[in-house]
């Protein structure tokens, strides 16, 4: 069974740095292409950020880029997410996800595996 563990969530003000972790323990998972999701209470998944399993094409959504950066170690088998210039509407449980099948990598229903989430409060 895949799993995947973020880590990194937290009270941070506004103006402030983050950065989420997602590791995927054992050795019989090798991340594939990976993605950031974030859900705001009573909404729905958003996109956040992509990275391919090469680690050499990203995606962002227009609300993060610029402040925010994905990366991943594959030696180490872990994707990161690193946040900066945090503001109050980045408030959100934010999930790291695997995606094996499909093309849209915006589309949380084409992702395949998900880890259980970590909570970012940005307080103004």
């Known amino acids: 069974q895949v799993q995947l563990v973020e880590s990194g969530g937290g009270l941070v003000q506004a103006g402030g740095s983050l950065r989420l972790s997602c590791a995927a323990p054992?050795?019989?998972?090798?991340?594939?292409?990976m993605g950031w999701f974030r859900q705001a209470p009573g909404k729905e998944y958003n996109f956040v950020a992509y990275?391919?399993?090469?680690?050499?094409?990203?995606s962002y959504a227009d609300s993060v880029k610029g402040r925010f950066t994905i990366s991943r170690d594959n030696a180490k088998n872990t994707l990161s997410l690193q946040m900066n210039s945090l503001r109050p509407d980045d408030t959100a449980y934010y999930y790291c996800?695997?995606?094996?099948?499909?093309?849209?990598?915006?589309?949380?229903?084409?992702?395949?595996?998900w880890g259980q989430g970590t909570q970012v409060t940005v307080s103004s």
């Open positions: 054992g050795r019989s998972f090798s991340m594939p292409d």
């Open positions: 990275i391919n399993q090469g680690g050499t094409s990203t």
């Open positions: 996800a695997a995606k094996i099948r499909g093309f849209n990598i915006r589309n949380a229903n084409e992702y395949d595996y």
